[in-house]
């Protein structure tokens, strides 16, 4: 493959600060961004295959181009790369975003800086800074000064600011690298001091700062790398002005070659959030965890009801299209903007904000702890829960053309009342104790009567059916059942035999809107890895996680979906889920710290 190819694979690095992300191909080619934050207009969109205008990226084209390396620097969210030539010339780029602490706040602006410098030889290169505008369908208008260049994007004006002089730049001529260049992209403001001076202080600073960060996790004995590299993703996908965790960077990489299961996952679905304070929990990562509680606590409505996702500046109208200026990954699309299924009855929904925001009664690190008032706000979500949990909807895979009393959503909705009878218990409210509890218990009875099948023995996927779904591995983890129940077991017995294909899981197997599933769903596999745990099907659990650890990419990043034969990443990336996946499987699985000793 060329270095400016569009890429084959997912084989993709995670660059950003909370404001905006990048993504950086093998070849130090950055594929996608969006401006001003994750769901903006991707500025760098070669990742989408723009149909009317070259670029849509950000390029180091190394001439007699003949390998290259990449690696994050540990610990950090900054990247490097190393490209060779067939003369022996080496250049390395560091690509990141700064973030630092600085005057009791944090600094992040939307801004991305690239670093390179000459390793051996003499490298020759080419600087291709080609960003589009409207989802590739506007090549923005250009200025320049005497050390940048002006890129007319349409409410945002992007500015980058080099040590090399401007027309190598601006007309992509070639030059030898003699010397260490740095590049500034961000907002058109004018820099106070030298490039090379900012970018080598950003440098240092954002370097400890992730060090910092990852100093204070609290990670597993084992699988030290796969844990830290997962966590500080999972904060990549936090946009700090809210607190916001989008499901994955991108928008229409679709779940299996030529599908037209395209989504836009940059945004935050209610579905993952009890995972994530989980997680998070575990890593000890309390700042970012009170962060994104204080985000749910925010589109937390007053009748109690609430959609399956948000944008990450709380919107509720994320009305989906087609972008025809992008042909998509390569070239299958359909691209899509937005997501229509915040249209859509997911009641899992209800017992994901309350399962979430429980961490807020019994953690005492947290700043402000739950008290009275904020179960009153609940409250509301749990009659939502109670009332609808026995009714059809969507489900936790956003069927959009059937609806059913899918077994999942049920529990969620019983879930939801459960945690409110221990917080009122918590919290010495009697009434409400006596209140959720019983209506807990009633709703308890009525999913197992209809969602338990005698004639198979074991769980289906929704009350009365006959079908299985992945989701049905998570009741012993909500707390529905015990471990050792013994419907439990058979239930995930007949998962594995159904839903498992090598080393992965479907979702479901039953065709849907779209045809028949084609590829695995990650989490749905670090789920099962956990249920065989609970079961006590320990050391099956332990190697099968080894094999899907083997399956990230080779900087350690996983996507929404694998393909069961080849192995292939596909899917919106890097996914939320499929990260905190591996970071609750690693915490069960790994061995005791003091077996170190």
């Not at 090549?139 to 050390?147: A, C, D, Q, V, Y």
């Not at 087609?322 to 249209?343: F, I, K, Q």
């Not at 221990?422 to 009875?445: C, T």
């Not at 065709?511 to 099962?528: H, K, R």
Request: net charge negative; hydrophobic share 40%.
């Amino acid at each position: 493959m060329s270095p400016t190819a569009l890429p084959s694979s997912l084989e993709l690095g995670l660059i950003g600060n909370c404001s905006i992300a990048a993504l950086v191909d093998q070849h130090a080619r950055i594929v996608w961004g969006c401006v001003p934050a994750f769901d903006g207009d991707p500025v760098f969109c070669g990742l989408l295959s723009p149909r009317e205008h070259e670029g849509g990226d950000w390029s180091i084209e190394l001439e007699g181009f003949v390998s290259a390396e990449q690696s994050y620097i540990p610990n950090t969210a900054m990247l490097r790369t190393v490209l060779r030539d067939a003369n022996g010339g080496a250049v390395e780029i560091v690509d990141f975003a700064p973030r630092w602490h600085q005057n009791d706040r944090f600094y992040r602006p939307v801004m991305l800086m690239r670093r390179l410098r000459p390793l051996s030889g003499t490298p020759r290169i080419r600087v291709h800074l080609r960003p589009l505008a409207e989802y590739g369908s506007v090549k923005p208008e250009t200025t320049w000064g005497s050390n940048h260049i002006r890129y007319l994007i349409p409410e945002f004006t992007l500015r980058m600011t080099s040590d090399v002089p401007v027309r190598l730049v601006r007309d992509s001529l070639p030059f030898v690298l003699d010397r260490d260049a740095h590049f500034v992209l961000g907002p058109d403001e004018t820099l106070t001091q030298s490039v090379s001076g900012f970018v080598r202080m950003a440098e240092e600073q954002t370097l400890n700062y992730w060090r910092s960060w990852v100093r204070n996790l609290s990670i597993p004995l084992e699988w030290q790398e796969a844990v830290i590299r997962s966590a500080i993703t999972l904060k990549l996908c936090q946009y700090d002005e809210t607190g916001a965790i989008v499901a994955a960077m991108t928008t229409s990489i679709p779940e299996a070659a030529n599908t037209v299961r395209n989504w836009d996952y940059r945004f935050c679905w209610l579905r993952d959030s009890a995972f994530v304070v989980r997680a998070l929990n575990r890593l000890g990562a309390t700042r970012t965890m009170e962060e994104y509680l204080r985000y749910l606590a925010n589109i937390a409505s007053d009748d109690g009801e609430l959609q399956p996702l948000y944008g990450i500046g709380y919107e509720r109208q994320l009305a989906e299209s087609e972008v025809e200026s992008l042909a998509g990954y390569r070239g299958m699309g359909p691209v899509r903007r937005g997501n229509l299924a915040w249209l859509q009855k997911q009641h899992d929904v209800y017992g994901s904000v309350v399962l979430a925001t429980t961490q807020l009664f019994f953690d005492t690190r947290l700043a402000r702890v739950g008290d009275a008032s904020i179960f009153a706000r609940l409250e509301p979500v749990g009659e939502a829960a109670y009332a609808l949990h026995d009714k059809p909807d969507a489900g936790l895979w956003e069927f959009r053309g059937r609806e059913e009393v899918h077994t999942y959503s049920s529990v969620m909705c019983w879930a939801a009342c459960d945690r409110l009878a221990r917080i009122a218990v918590h919290l010495k409210l009697a009434p409400q104790v006596q209140l959720w509890r019983q209506r807990a218990d009633e709703m308890h009875a009525r999913i197992v009567a209809h969602a338990y099948n005698e004639e198979l023995g074991h769980f289906v996927e929704s009350l009365d059916g006959n079908r299985l779904d992945a989701s049905l591995l998570l009741l012993a983890d909500l707390g529905f059942v015990k471990p050792d129940d013994p419907r439990f077991v058979r239930t995930v017995e007949a998962i594995g035999k159904g839903l498992k294909r090598g080393d992965a899981l479907f979702r479901y197997v039953m065709p849907d809107d779209f045809g028949a599933p084609e590829t695995s769903f990650t989490i749905c596999t670090f789920w099962y890895i956990d249920a065989l745990a609970s079961i006590g099907r320990h050391e099956e659990a332990r190697s099968l996680f080894e094999r899907i650890l083997a399956r990230r990419n080779h900087l350690g990043l996983l996507s929404e979906d694998l393909e069961f034969d080849g192995g292939e990443a596909w899917g919106n990336f890097p996914q939320t889920y499929s990260h905190v996946g591996l970071i609750n499987a690693a915490m069960r699985l790994s061995r005791p710290w003091q077996d170190a000793a």
